[in-house]
C-alpha cells in the first residue's frame, strides 16, 4: 500500500485503526502488569479508594437570559476529601463545643468533659461525675480559656447525662454542637473519640454495636471500638456530629460504650 497516494479520508480511517489497536495494546499491558504486582500495592491502591470521601456542594449561582425572563441556575460541584484531612477538620469544629466541668473546690481536676448544645449556654455533661458535688458548686472551662459559672438542673428520671447552665457574660458567644441522625449509623462506620484527663487526646474506630442491638435496660448506648476512660468523652462522626459522651453508665459496661445523645 502506498501511503502517499491514500486520500484524505483514507489517512483518517488509517489513524483511527492505528490509535485504536494502541488502545487495546496499553490495555493488555496495564492488566498483565496489576496482576503481576504484589498484593501490597493493590492493597494500597484499594485503600486510598475507600479512604475517600465525596462531598457535593453547591457552586455560585448563574444567572442566565431566557425567553421568559432571567432565570437563576444552581450548578452542583464534587469535592473530594481526604479521609485525615475530614477527620481533623471534623475534630478542630467539634473542639469548639466542648468544655470541661471542674469544681469550685478544685478547679484543676475535670469532672467531666461536656458538649455545647445551645448559645443561651446549655451543657450536657456525666451526671454520675457531677452529681456527688451538688447543682451549683461548678465552672466550665470553655474552648478559649475562659471560666463561667454552671448550674446543674436537678435530675429528671433515670437518665445519666446532665443538664447544665451557663452564666454567661455579655460578650461570651457559644458555637453549639452538631448532633448525628442516629438512625442513619451503620456498623463499622467510621468515628472519632475526643477525650483525655489533660489535653485533649483523640483515636478513631468504628461502630460495632448499634443502640438498636442493645438489651432493652441499654437501649441509650451504643458500642464503638474506640477507648475512652474519660467521663464526658465526646464520640462523633467523621463529620464532626456528636453521636455520645462517656457517662458514668456506659463506663460500667466498658470502655467502650457511650451513650447516646440528641
Known sequence: MDIEKLTKHQIVLLTLLVSFMTSI???????????????????????????????????????VATPQGPATITKETTVVVKDDDLVAQSIAKAQKSMVRMVSLNDPDTLLSRGIIVSSKGVVLADRGSLEPMGTVNFMAILPDGSRLPAVMRVPVGTSTVAILDLKLATSTVLTPITFADLSKLQLGQSVIRIGGNGGDTVSVGVVAKLPSAMS???????????????????????????????????????????????
Open 25 to 63: 495494546a496499553t490495555g493488555i499491558v496495564t492488566v498483565s502488569l496489576m496482576n503481576q504486582a504484589p498484593p501490597e500495592v493493590t492493597r494500597t491502591i484499594n485503600q486510598i479508594v475507600e479512604h475517600t470521601v465525596e462531598k457535593v456542594v453547591p457552586a455560585a449561582a448563574v444567572t
Open 216 to 262: 432493652d435496660t441499654h437501649k441509650d448506648l451504643i458500642n464503638a471500638s474506640v477507648l475512652s476512660s474519660t467521663p464526658g468523652s465526646v464520640l462523633l462522626t467523621l463529620f464532626g456530629e456528636a453521636i455520645g459522651i462517656t457517662t458514668t453508665d456506659s463506663l460500667n459496661l466498658g470502655s467502650d460504650f457511650y451513650t447516646v445523645v440528641h
